[in-house]
């Protein structure tokens, strides 16, 4: 059974920094993908990062670039997103997921095929 397990996440002021890990057990294939997504309050769930754990290649939504940096530790089986800088638009619920053999690399939703159930992060101005 595959699982995606969310930790990290936690109230912090803006400006601050929070690491996110996601925890990975069962994914028996070496060809994926993670990506981390957020969901605000009253916001449709969106898109903030993602990496091929296949070639390393990474992608960043732009309201993140330079502020969040997306890792994966292999020994671990592990990914983990840095976020630095944070502001209080980035306040939501962080999941991460699992796309199989994906095609390029990106953020769209449907094409994930697993799910955590999300830590949420709170930034306080």
């Known amino acids: 059974e595959v699982q995606l397990v969310e930790s990290g996440g936690g109230l912090v002021q803006a400006g601050g920094s929070l690491r996110l890990s996601c925890a990975l057990s069962?994914?028996?294939?070496?060809?994926?993908?993670i990506g981390w997504f957020r969901q605000a309050p009253g916001k449709e769930r969106e898109g903030v990062s993602c990496?091929?754990?296949?070639?390393?290649?990474?992608y960043y939504a732009d309201s993140v670039k330079g502020r969040f940096t997306i890792s994966s530790d292999s020994a671990k089986n592990t990914v983990y997103l840095q976020m630095n800088s944070l502001k209080p638009e980035d306040t939501a619920v962080y999941y991460c997921?699992?796309?199989?053999?994906?095609?390029?690399?990106?953020?769209?939703?449907?094409?994930?095929?697993?799910w955590g159930q999300g830590t949420q992060v709170t930034v306080s101005s």
């Open positions: 997921a699992a796309e199989i053999k994906p095609v390029g690399i990106g953020l769209a939703m449907p094409l994930y095929d697993y």
């Open positions: 069962g994914l028996t294939f070496v060809d994926y993908a």
């Open positions: 990496i091929n754990r296949h070639d390393s290649s990474t």
